[in-house]
């Protein structure tokens, strides 16, 4: 998250800005060019999937729209929107989320693989269960909305 708050991810655009390639289309939606910011949250494939996340936690109308601004600024201005105790749940899902994205924009340059956002959305969500199941308490509320659960039952003897 530090690469990405600072703009030091190797995107697109950095690789072709560097000589690296020629081609600094996203690779999500091949509609812009692929920057961190366009990527996390301006891409129409990572909107559809913010959407499907927050929504499933009430925070519809925390998705990010189409507009000229970057994780971190989107982010702050949405967690002062929260009551202060939903800022830690908010937190957990915007880190899984960003890195899921992330991991899908890898899949596709590197492995030329392609998932859905459903897909992606599926994968997020077993991603959250098991880092519950490492012990990640902030991701627990996230997890009941989800409608999941950790998989662990106490045993009574």
């Given at each position: ?6 703009d ?20 999500l ?14 891409c ?114």
């Amino acid at each position: 998250m530090w690469l990405v708050l600072h703009d030091r991810c190797w995107t697109a655009a950095r690789r072709k800005r560097h000589g690296l390639q020629e081609d600094d289309t996203c690779i999500l939606c091949a509609q812009e060019v692929e920057s961190i910011s366009h990527l996390l949250v301006r891409c129409v494939f990572a909107r559809e999937v913010w959407h499907r996340v927050l929504s499933r936690l009430g925070w519809h109308t925390l998705v990010p729209l189409n507009g000229g601004y970057d994780l971190a600024s989107w982010w702050s201005s949405s967690r002062k929107k929260l009551q202060k105790d939903d800022r830690k749940c908010f937190d957990s899902p915007v880190l899984l989320t960003s890195w899921t994205i992330w991991l899908e924009r890898n899949r596709r340059t590197f492995d030329h693989q392609s998932r859905s956002v459903f897909e992606v959305t599926s994968g997020l969500e077993d991603e959250a269960v098991t880092w519950g199941l490492a012990g990640h308490s902030s991701i627990t509320s996230f997890v009941v909305a989800l409608g999941r659960s950790f998989g662990r039952f106490l045993v009574h003897m």
